[in-house]
């Protein structure tokens, strides 16, 4: 399954990256994300509970920050298993100045999924990845806001 989309953020290059690495922003913007905690520099272990047609259930999941280029792109690699089945997913984010309150970003992502997940069918499964994709950036978004309010 793979997929692609951009958006624009209403905050500057500089804001926006830093926002994006914040483990405490991630937490709040992962769809059903309990829990949050650092393994080692730019990993982490994640408890999520999703509550959506057949991927409802709960996945221990690791989430990785990969080939960071400064200010420009990450990758994140995220595998999680769960009762429902087990996920492997890759996302590349791109950012690119727009001016000093707005930034372009971008992304592909890649995913595979196992177990009994997989039994389903693959317009539904993109459909749910699409959801989770855009419940992050929304979420993202607000956080992105609030920052701005208290700044």
């Known amino acids: 399954m793979n997929g692609e989309g951009s958006l624009t953020l209403e905050a ?10 914040d483990p405490n ?17 730019n990993k982490y272990k994640a408890e999520l509970a999703i509550g959506i047609a057949a991927v409802k259930g ?3 999941s690791t989430i990785e920050i990969a080939d960071i280029e400064n200010l420009k792109s990450y990758k994140l690699i995220v595998k999680g298993e769960g009762g429902p ?6 996302g590349v984010i791109h950012l690119e100045h727009q001016d000093e309150n707005q930034t372009l970003l971008s992304y592909t992502y890649e995913a595979e999924v196992g177990g009994k997940v997989a039994m ?6 993109s459909g749910v990845a699409k959801l989770i994709i855009q ?5 993202f978004g607000k956080e992105l806001k609030n920052i701005e309010k208290s700044a």
């Not at 500057?12 to 690495?21: C, K, N, T, V």
């Not at 419940?135 to 979420?139: E, I, L, Q, T, V």
């Open 25 to 41: 922003v991630l937490q709040k913007c992962i769809m059903g994300c309990n829990k949050l905690t650092q393994v080692e520099e």
């Open 12 to 21: 500057g290059l500089q804001q926006s990256w830093d926002i994006l690495l």
């Open 85 to 90: 089945g087990n996920v492997e997913a890759t």
């Open 135 to 139: 419940d992050f950036f929304k979420k």
């Open 120 to 125: 389903v069918g693959q317009r539904m499964l």
């Open 58 to 60: 709960k996945y221990e």
